[in-house]
Structures are given as structure tokens and as C-alpha cells.
């Protein structure tokens, strides 16, 4: 079974020229997983938090679990993303599922205050991408079926390297390529496909413009 189905699609825009190869490495592709955890400098309960779960589709970056009440001896919780928006709310001692993330505070010696609180971090984990095809389809507009550019990671000379366990991809495309792709300062619509050749199941891994200029000296000037 291959990671195929871990991969969301990310946008990255490129600026390549007529006059040089095509050498561009991409994101990480990775699944959300857990960066570590910050109990707040003003805590006054030395209680602990656990993260036993990061699923797919958590919002990368910094989650905040505050003590917001405490009442008929239970000791409530709420949890924000890294926008503020609030993901759950709970109790310390059971499972607390929010935004992804599957949390359990459990008291210690000294009680747990309101205000106490927790930051866990979120980061991209790299998924393995041996054995994936990668393909590029650059379009002479968003409407258009014509290709201008395409690039692969299949067959003998690759133009889209795989970096296999990093997580990485990176564009490989000669100058001669390039050279014979018109200018277009506006952009080329493009798509970079991930295919499992067991399968044939095909998703999106990244999307956006390529900004194709004369020379260096014209990038940003479309």
C-alpha cells in the first residue's frame, strides 16, 4: 500500500527564463504529526498533557489547550487552532478530540488553575514517496487542453527527481526545454500529478502558475 492517499495538494508558484535549466525543489509533502508540546511559564497546576493522535488534515502550527473553568470538581478545557478558532471543549482527565488532535490532560500534585495551559505543535511529517510517478502538466491557460510543458519522474532521463524517503520532489528540466517554451510573464497553469503504478490511482500533490520570462532580468515585470 503506498502513502498516495496521505497527499494534499499544495499551491507553489515558480518564475523559470528561456535562458537557464530548470532546477527547483519543492515543499515537503507530508502528513500533519506532532511537533512537540510548551506547558505556559504562568501555570500554576503541574499537571501533564498528552497528544496520543495527529490525524490527516490537522491545520499545521501551534494549538492552544487552556484551563477555562473549573467547576463541581471537574476541570474544563478549550482548544484553539493556530487561527484562534476554538476546536473543542472538554474535561482533563478523559480523551478530548479537537481539530484533529487527541489530547488528554491528566492532573498532578498540584491542582490544574484557570488560565493553565498547553501550546502543541503541528509540523509536516515527510511521507515516503518511493514507488510514486510524478508528472507535470503545464497548460497555455486555465481553460485550455493544450500543453505547453510537461515533466515526469518516469523513464531513463527523469525531469522530476524523487526523493524517495525525504518527502521531497525537485524539477529537473534542461535549458533546451525551457528554451523552446514560449514566454509567457503571466503565468502557465500547471498541475503535478501522483500516481501509484500498482493502482493507477492519480491525485493532485501541487498546482499553481509558472511565470516563464526571456532571461532572469525580466522576472516579476509580467
Same mark, same amino acid.
Request: negative net charge; charged residues 10%.
Given at each position: ?11 507553489? @508558484?515558480?518564475? #523559470?527564463?528561456?535562458?537557464? @535549466?530548470?532546477? @527547483?525543489?519543492?515543499?515537503? !509533502?507530508?502528513?500533519?504529526? =506532532?511537533?512537540?508540546?510548551? *506547558? ?12 496520543? %493522535? ?7 502550527? &501551534?494549538?492552544?489547550? %487552556? ?13 484553539? +487552532? ?15 478530540? *479537537? ?8 492532573? $498532578? ?11 502543541? $505543535?503541528?509540523? /509536516?511529517?515527510? !511521507? +515516503? ?5 510524478? +508528472?507535470? +502538466? ?19 532521463? /527523469?525531469? !522530476? ?10 524539477? *529537473? ?5 525551457? *528554451? ?8 502557465? /497553469?500547471?498541475?503535478? =500529478?501522483? #500516481? ?9 500533490? =501541487? ?9 532572469? &532580468? ?5
Amino acid at each position: 500500500m503506498s502513502n498516495l492517499a496521505l497527499i494534499q495538494p499544495q499551491r507553489v @508558484d515558480f518564475d #523559470t527564463t528561456q535562458a537557464t @535549466d530548470w532546477l @527547483d525543489g519543492l515543499p515537503v !509533502i507530508g502528513a500533519p504529526g =506532532f511537533g512537540g508540546l510548551v *506547558a505556559g511559564s504562568a501555570n500554576v497546576g503541574n499537571g501533564t498533557l498528552a497528544v496520543p %493522535t495527529v490525524v490527516s488534515g490537522t491545520a499545521y502550527g &501551534a494549538h492552544e489547550v %487552556t484551563v477555562t473553568s473549573i467547576a463541581s470538581g471537574l476541570v474544563r478545557l478549550g482548544v484553539t +487552532d493556530p487561527d484562534g478558532v476554538v476546536t473543542g471543549r472538554g474535561v482533563a482527565g478523559v480523551p478530548l478530540y *479537537a481539530g484533529g488532535l487527541t489530547l488528554l490532560a491528566t492532573p $498532578g500534585s498540584v491542582p490544574f488553575a484557570v488560565g493553565d495551559s498547553f501550546a502543541v $505543535g503541528v509540523v /509536516p511529517v515527510a !511521507i +515516503d514517496l518511493t514507488g510514486l510517478q510524478f +508528472d507535470l +502538466d503545464a497548460r497555455t491557460a486555465a481553460s485550455a487542453a493544450t500543453i505547453a510543458l510537461q515533466a515526469t519522474s518516469a523513464g531513463a532521463g /527523469p525531469t !522530476i527527481a524523487n526523493g524517495g524517503v525525504t518527502g521531497t520532489i525537485a524539477m *529537473a528540466v534542461r535549458r533546451a526545454t525551457m *528554451a523552446r517554451t514560449p514566454v509567457k510573464a503571466d503565468g502557465y /497553469p500547471y498541475a503535478i =500529478f501522483a #500516481t501509484d503504478p500498482a493502482s493507477g490511482l492519480r491525485v493532485p500533490a =501541487f498546482y499553481g502558475l509558472i511565470h516563464h520570462t526571456a532571461i532572469p &532580468a525580466q522576472i516579476g515585470q509580467g
